[in-house]
T-cell receptor, first 111, second 114 residues
Framework: RKEVEQDPGPFNVPEGATVAFNCTYS??????FFWYRQDCRKEPKLLMS???SGNEDGRFTAQLNRASQYISLLIRDSKLSDSATYLC????????????FGRGTSLIVHP | EAQVTQNPRYLITVTGKKLTVTCSQN?????MSWYRQDPGLGLRQIYY???????DKGDVPEGYKVSRKEKRNFPLILESPSPNQTSLYFC?????????????FGPGTRLTVL
């Protein structure tokens, strides 16, 4: 089983829709969690960190469920510019520092 | 402007011809790393460095070398490239070792080994 799993999609949604992605992780010792956004052929960029209490940034909400070992990203009122691949990243604490990336979920927002 | 730069951005080479991809950051970050990204496999870490003269293997280090002689630079060396090293490579840096720090990525180097 892969350490970090994401549904590759693509998720094809109309403008204005609400869409949610999940990312599951296998290592219960994982300590920090992030969502990155990657546009086609570009570098990944941090979208938001995921805190235990959940966090919101405008139309984006990220949540962590430690008991079930998954994180989620909710995008409300989707815009055409939200079309991208969303990468889930999970880090272990201490010791070796090898962030584990999910393979990404592709989102296509159409008019 | 705070950034991570990589050179070259595109490179086509032949099997066995040694090459170096440079990476430099101007944010005084301690932590730097190299990733490769392949279709269907996502980003995989090759090597990372926690500080000057401190490097360690990531998930896929075979066929690669790195060095960290200065804090700002972290070159990736392919001593004898092979076609299976054809990939998109990203360098990244972050403030420190702690896992909670954001990683800043360079623009990527697209390498083709014939």
């Amino acid at each position: 089983r892969k350490e970090v799993e994401q549904d590759p999609g693509p998720f094809n949604v109309p403008e204005g829709a609400t869409v949610a992605f999940n990312c599951t992780y296998s290592n219960s010792a994982s300590q920090s969690f992030f969502w990155y956004r990657q546009d086609c052929r570009k570098e990944p960029k941090l979208l938001m960190s995921v805190y235990s209490s959940g966090n919101e940034d405008g139309r984006f909400t990220a949540q962590l469920n430690r008991a079930s070992q998954y994180i989620s990203l909710l995008i409300r009122d989707s815009k055409l510019s939200d079309s991208a691949t969303y990468l889930c990243v999970v880090n272990l604490s201490g010791g070796s520092y090898i962030p584990t990336f999910g393979r990404g979920t592709s989102l296509i927002v159409h008019p | 402007e705070a950034q991570v730069t990589q050179n070259p951005r595109y490179l086509i080479t032949v099997t066995g011809k040694k090459l170096t991809v440079t990476c430099s950051q101007n944010m005084n970050h301690e932590y730097m790393s190299w990733y490769r990204q392949d279709p269907g496999l996502g980003l995989r870490q090759i090597y990372y460095s926690m500080n000057v003269e401190v490097t360690d293997k990531g998930d896929v280090p075979e066929g690669y070398k790195v060095s960290r002689k200065e804090k700002r630079n972290f070159p990736l060396i392919l001593e004898s490239p092979s076609p299976n090293q054809t990939s998109l490579y990203f360098c990244a840096s972050s403030l420190g070792l702690a896992g909670g720090n954001e990683q800043f990525f360079g623009p990527g180097t697209r390498l083709t080994v014939l």
